[in-house]
Nanobody, 119 residues
Framework: QVHLVESGGGVVQAGGSLRLSCAAS????????MAWFRQAPGKEREFVAS????????YYGESLKDRFTISRDNARNTMYLQMNNLKPEDTAVYLC????????????WGQGTQVTVSS
């Protein structure tokens, strides 16, 4: 059974940093394109970033690239999201997702970790 477990969320003041982790089990992690999404209350789910199989290629949602960095460690079956200079509008539940075929149809999702940025 596939499990994606996010961690690292919390409450931080504006301007602070957090590093999220997504630990994967039950799948061949190195064969999956991975991504982070976020969902704020009352808003649609938003794409944050994605990363290719080896981590060479990364993609970011609009205006996030200058503050967020996605990475992965295939030896540890873990993906990361480093978030710097956080803003109150970054407050959301952050979810990781796995895509086997690189078609943006994410077959597996985690439960999410809450990030709250206070002003």
């Amino acid at each position: 059974q596939v499990h994606l477990v996010e961690s690292g969320g919390g409450v931080v003041q504006a301007g602070g940093s957090l590093r999220l982790s997504c630990a994967a089990s039950g799948l061949a992690f190195g064969l999956y394109h991975m991504a982070w999404f976020r969902q704020a209350p009352g808003k649609e789910r938003e794409f944050v970033a994605s990363i290719s199989l080896t981590g060479v290629n990364t993609y970011y949602g609009e205006s996030l690239k200058d503050r967020f960095t996605i990475s992965r460690d295939n030896a540890r079956n873990t993906m990361y999201l480093q978030m710097n200079n956080l803003k109150p509008e970054d407050t959301a539940v952050y979810l990781c997702a796995a895509d086997r075929n690189d078609d943006h149809q994410y077959e597996h999702w985690g439960q999410g970790t809450q990030v709250t940025v206070s002003s």
